[in-house]
């Protein structure tokens, strides 16, 4: 008998599942290598001479305290590719190039700041910087927090684990949200405004010409965002 009662239960069902496979738009794409994203970017080489070594401590000290990340978090979690300096019209910058580690996931981050502007620079008069010396920790700090000089560090949640046990879970979870049969992972990177892990995938629309649907995870708290999209411009 409780066979026969959860045979007539997936008989009554049955319609609901059949309507919700038909209203499921279908789209179809290539999955690649997962981390594929990660081959775009030159190794690169970490610059050890007395000023690299110098600025990237202070990059270190300026990232971790932004982040209120610890020493431990810091070794277990980041993984650094490579540093440099360069000149350029406004004056000499320091970059550095990184990866961050949590669980599966894999994000490619790089960050920057000038550490000597040229002395007739007249740009950002109201950020008070010296000019034609080299920039104290200080000094950075404030062309950071005010991204002069195109400045910039990332900002990174300390979260120790994703909510998602693999990258396909959490794939799945998106396709189920942007109700569509399949969607193909493109790259994984740092959300500028959360901090957070984001997972990035989409697909093209069959039998509609130049449509694409594009899906994002965010891979810390699960909330997903899905918008329709052209595949490319003419």
């Known amino acids: 008998m409780k066979t026969k009662f959860f045979e007539i239960l997936?008989?009554?069902?049955?319609?609901?599942?059949?309507?919700?496979?038909?209203?499921?738009?279908?789209?179809?794409?290539?999955?690649?290598?997962?981390?594929?994203?990660l081959e775009r970017h030159n190794p690169g080489n970490i610059c050890t001479d007395e000023l690299c070594v110098f600025y990237q401590k202070?990059?270190?000290?300026?990232?971790?305290?932004?982040?209120?990340?610890?020493?431990?978090?810091?070794?277990?979690?980041?993984?650094?590719?490579?540093?440099?300096?360069?000149?350029?019209?406004d004056g000499i910058s320091f970059g550095i190039c990184y990866k961050i580690i949590v669980d599966w996931a894999i994000a490619y981050q790089c960050d920057q700041f000038i550490i000597k502007i040229e002395k007739n620079n007249t740009l950002y008069p109201s950020v008070n910087l010296p000019r034609d010396i080299y920039l104290s920790k200080e000094d950075i700090f404030t062309?950071?927090?005010?991204?002069?000089?195109?400045?910039?560090?990332?900002?990174?949640?300390?979260?120790?684990?994703?909510?998602?046990?693999?990258?396909?879970?959490?794939?799945?979870?998106?396709?189920?949200?942007?109700?569509?049969n399949t969607l193909c992972s493109n790259w994984m990177y740092i959300d500028s405004s959360t901090g957070n892990f984001t997972l990035e995938a989409w697909a093209q629309f069959e039998n509609?010409?130049?449509?694409?649907?594009?899906?994002?995870?965010n891979l810390i708290t699960g909330e997903t965002f899905v918008n329709e999209t052209v595949c490319y411009f003419d």
Not at 15 to 27: D, G, I
Not at 149 to 169: M, P, R, V
Not at 208 to 217: M, T, V
């Open 58 to 89: 202070i990059w270190k000290e300026l990232f971790m305290e932004k982040n209120n990340l610890t020493e431990n978090y810091f070794d277990s979690h980041i993984e650094l590719c490579s540093s440099g300096i360069g000149e350029w019209m």
């Open 143 to 180: 062309a950071v927090n005010n991204k002069v000089f195109a400045s910039d560090i990332t900002k990174l949640s300390n979260q120790e684990h994703l909510k998602f046990n693999t990258l396909g879970e959490a794939l799945n979870y998106l396709i189920s949200k942007a109700q569509v």
């Open 208 to 217: 509609e010409e130049n449509s694409c649907i594009q899906g994002k995870i």
């Open 10 to 37: 997936f008989l009554l069902f049955l319609p609901f599942l059949s309507c919700n496979q038909e209203n499921m738009r279908q789209v179809s794409c290539i999955q690649g290598e997962y981390y594929e994203y």
